[in-house]
Structures are given as structure tokens and as C-alpha cells.
């Protein structure tokens, strides 16, 4: 029997287009696949384990913010190797919550996360509702972005610059100013609709 031909796998084309490029989109997609599938595994396994206020879907989506705030991101050969890797810091995170009930790690401050609520609501993303239940995506769909899109949502939302400074800051014209954070805010709003659909 022959093996499947890595170049068929979207998977392993995302994770080399990522891995020898820096293509976010491409991570973007790969890490969509790999936390629904890490999710779907807990919720298998955890075996009452899990409490309300800890979804399967947040702790995949903590072991993949963990991977990517390395100063050295891990090397992988294959997407199986990745989602082994996942896996396993997943697993651990959920044996860590239950030792310790009162342990929380939330990567955004409310003042970011309502911040954040504003981009979205502009750039037609996900609702009032959705945003309280997505906020654990949030941070991660933030180290997705293009640097470009993710500089200027940062200057713009977390460090409070209105456009005419933002645009000294960057040597670019009003105009053009404006034409970039509207994009990055809908680049934003378009991922944030695409993770809503592997957070349960």
C-alpha cells in the first residue's frame, strides 16, 4: 500500500507555506483544522473532566497561543507531528486547571478586549454575544494577522493614537491611513467569522 502524497494533504502544503514562506494565511488555516480536531479529542477524552467555565474549544485554542508566543516557534516535518505537539500541551493544560481550580489565564485585558469589541463591530464581525464567548480567539487570531494589518490595529486600539499621529507614525498620508486600518479591520472581522466556527 502507498503512502498518501504529502502534496494532496492541504494540511501539509499549509504547514511548509508557513514554515519555509512565514505565510500567516496559511497558518491561519492549518491551525483552524488542528484546534477543532485537538477539541473534538478532549471533549472525547476528559471524561467529565472539563468544567463549564473551561471550554475543550479554549484550551485547544491556549495551547496554540502558547506555541506561537515562543521566541523560537517548534519545527514540525508534518501536520501530525504538530497536532501531536498540540496535543500534548493541551492535555496538559487541562490536567494543570483541574489541580488548580482557580487558575485562569486570559491574554487580553477587558480595556483590549472591549478595545477589540470596537474593530470588530466596525468591520462587521461577530456580535455582542459571540465576542463574550470568543474572547480566547481573540488573542490568537491577533498573531494571525500580516504584521502591517496587526502594527496598525495595535496603534490604533491598545495604544490609542488617532489617525493623524498614526500616520506621522507610519509616513503615510491620512488617506491612506485610513485605507489600512480599514482593511486590517476587516481582515480581522473575516477571520474572527472564520474561528466562530471551530469555537464551540
Not at 494543570?96 to 472591549?114: D, E
Not at 466596525?122 to 465576542?131: K, T, V
Amino acid at each position: 500500500m502507498t503512502s498518501p502524497d504529502p502534496t494532496s494533504d492541504p494540511s501539509a502544503q499549509w504547514l511548509k507555506r508557513w514554515q519555509e514562506d512565514g505565510d500567516v494565511d496559511a497558518l491561519d488555516e492549518l491551525l483552524r483544522v488542528e484546534v477543532h480536531a485537538i477539541a473534538a479529542r478532549l471533549r472525547q477524552r476528559a471524561n467529565g473532566m472539563l468544567r463549564p467555565s473551561t471550554s475543550a474549544s479554549d484550551l485547544a485554542q491556549e495551547a496554540v497561543f502558547r506555541m506561537l508566543r515562543l521566541e523560537e516557534t517548534p519545527q514540525f516535518t508534518d501536520p501530525q507531528q504538530m497536532r501531536a505537539y498540540l496535543w500534548t500541551a493541551a492535555w496538559r493544560l487541562l490536567i494543570n486547571r483541574g489541580r488548580s481550580r482557580h487558575h485562569r489565564v486570559v491574554p487580553l485585558s477587558q480595556a483590549q478586549s472591549a478595545d477589540m469589541g470596537l474593530v470588530l463591530s466596525g468591520g462587521g464581525g461577530i456580535s455582542e454575544a459571540e465576542r463574550a464567548d470568543q474572547s480566547a480567539a481573540l488573542s490568537l487570531v491577533m498573531n494571525l494577522l500580516r504584521s502591517d494589518d496587526r502594527e496598525i490595529l495595535e496603534l490604533v486600539y491598545f495604544q490609542h493614537f488617532d489617525i493623524a499621529q498614526v500616520a506621522q507614525k507610519l509616513g503615510l498620508e491620512r488617506a491612506a491611513t485610513e485605507m489600512r486600518l480599514s482593511r486590517a479591520r476587516r481582515r480581522l472581522a473575516e477571520k474572527m467569522v472564520a474561528w466562530s466556527e471551530v469555537v464551540e
